[in-house]
């Protein structure tokens, strides 16, 4: 029987990282002889045991510091940290005719043999026993691949518990940190999803974006946030306000009292003692970052730092899909198809929240300052179909008497799993880049 390509191999090893279902899947078909250098030995041997050990999926950092001194092993390692996650049917699908075509390799050397010393009637019966066999050979048939309701509800109740016991729940969910959308959210928004915020311009969608890293990171997540528009000192000295409490005017003249000072070290240190940390890339210049810009960021932020748990991007508009297409004018629906598409791919491989915000346009003012007008999915209808991915798409309603009173409605147009249509009221302090006043917010609408 032959070995299995190199390329296939690391895409393989690749779903491995990301997918419990494969792993276990090859946890009992996937043999040493079929991997061609022994790194790849050394690398299925420590993700298997690992596995096995701890039924949780290990990690490439977990793998690479269990074979530190091995540097093919490490090369490897990184070889598949930059590979794109693979469609796993189609992994799948290339693993079981290579284990069927070793079978069959198998099987005719054996009836060769039998034939070759005069035993053919023993040929036959492996023939027809082996065959069948071959034939009903599936790597998904008798492995958890395919999810049952009834027959996995104890095993499925029993993770639910141990889950709840040690934790891990509310590790899964990242908060928005805006009470109303957390309770209809249970909790917040799921690894591997993605949220899309619209609104007007100079409604407060970078604000937003900032106030959701800051709560993030107070929380002990670490998260990229990708400056698409506007410059780096600007997104910096947006952020230091957010955090601080402090005014952008006195932040960037360098008013602080320096009795202040030692408070805000020690805010800052707690959030970074809990692991908590928000990593910025502005490029600066219109239209040079793309999508597969964003996933490199990604993969060279994890391999300096860490585990990343969320992405922003600031904004949807402004990135390029990154697939070496040419969008002419009239194909701007499919290009934001394609942009929303690869935030859900990357959300999933990189076991991230990715969120980020988009523009209102061509709403009549009027509308916009009628204190009963919601904006919805409708008002984008060209882009409807750029929606599908995202699991979470709010607007934000604002008029201008409800901007200079610092008030603002958000409207939940689609929250999957939960219900949705609610209005959830905040109160604001922009002037100290705050995009939702707790204290203010909770005694205005939240009195019991």
């Given amino acids: 029987m032959g070995t299995i390509n190199k390329s296939f191999l690391l895409e393989l090893f690749k779903l491995f990282f990301r997918k419990k279902e494969v792993l276990d899947i090859c946890s009992s078909c996937l043999e040493y002889h079929f991997l061609p250098e022994e790194s790849d030995k050394f690398i299925w041997k420590s993700i298997r045991t690992y596995y096995q050990t701890t039924g949780k999926i290990p990690t490439i950092g977990l793998i690479a510091q269990q074979n530190e001194n091995n540097l093919k092993v490490l090369e490897k390692l990184e070889e598949i940290k930059q590979i794109e996650i693979p469609e796993v049917d189609d992994i799948l699908i290339t693993l079981e005719n ?12 054996k009836i ?11 040929a036959y019966l492996l023939l027809k026993e082996k065959g ?7 790597l998904k048939k008798e492995s958890t691949y395919y999810k049952k309701i009834f027959e996995g509800f104890e095993d499925r109740t029993k993770e639910r518990i141990l889950n709840k016991e040690n934790g891990s729940i509310l590790k899964t969910k990242i908060p928005f940190s805006i009470d109303g959308l957390d309770l209809v ?13 619209l609104a007007p311009s100079g409604v407060g969608k970078t604000k937003f974006l900032r106030h959701f890293g800051v709560g993030a990171a107070r929380r002990g997540f670490r998260g990229l946030h990708i400056q698409a528009e506007g410059s780096e000192q600007e997104c910096l000295d947006g952020y230091d306000a957010t ?17 202040l000072l030692p408070r805000l070290r020690k805010i800052s240190n707690d959030i970074i003692n809990l692991g908590g940390e928000i990593y910025i890339y502005a490029p600066e210049k219109f239209d040079s ?8 960021y990604m993969i ?6 860490g585990k990343l748990d969320y992405v922003l991007l600031d904004y949807f508009e402004l990135v390029d899909p990154g697939d070496n297409r040419k969008y002419g004018i009239n194909d701007e629906r499919q290009r934001r198809e394609a942009i929303s598409n690869k935030m859900k791919n990357l959300a999933v491989e990189f076991d991230v929240v990715f969120g980020s915000c988009t523009q209102a346009s061509d709403v009549a003012p009027d509308k916009l300052n009628d204190p009963k007008f919601i904006l919805t999915r409708h008002h984008i209808s060209e882009f409807k179909l750029a929606l599908k991915p995202f699991s979470y798409f709010i607007t934000m309603n604002q008029t201008e008497d409800e901007y200079h009173a610092s008030l603002m409605r958000l409207y939940c147009d689609k929250i999957r799993k939960y219900k949705s249509k609610q209005i959830i009221p905040i109160c604001q302090a922009y002037k100290f880049e705050k995009f939702y006043d707790r204290q203010k917010t909770l005694e205005t609408y939240y009195k019991s």
Avoid: C
């Avoid at 069948?132 to 599936?138: D, L």
């Fill in 98 to 109: 290579f284990i069927k075509e070793g079978m069959f390799q198998e099987l005719y050397y």
């Fill in 112 to 122: 060769t043999d039998y034939f070759n010393q005069g035993e053919k009637e023993n």
């Fill in 132 to 138: 069948e066999i071959i034939h009903n050979f599936s």
């Fill in 185 to 197: 959210s249970n909790g917040g928004i799921d690894r591997g999803d993605t949220f899309l915020f």
């Fill in 243 to 259: 955090w601080s409490g402090q005014l952008v005017h006195d932040l960037d003249n360098g008013n602080i009292p320096m009795e």
């Fill in 289 to 296: 970052i793309s999508m597969k810009d964003i996933r490199n």
């Fill in 300 to 305: 060279e932020i994890e391999a300096l730092y």
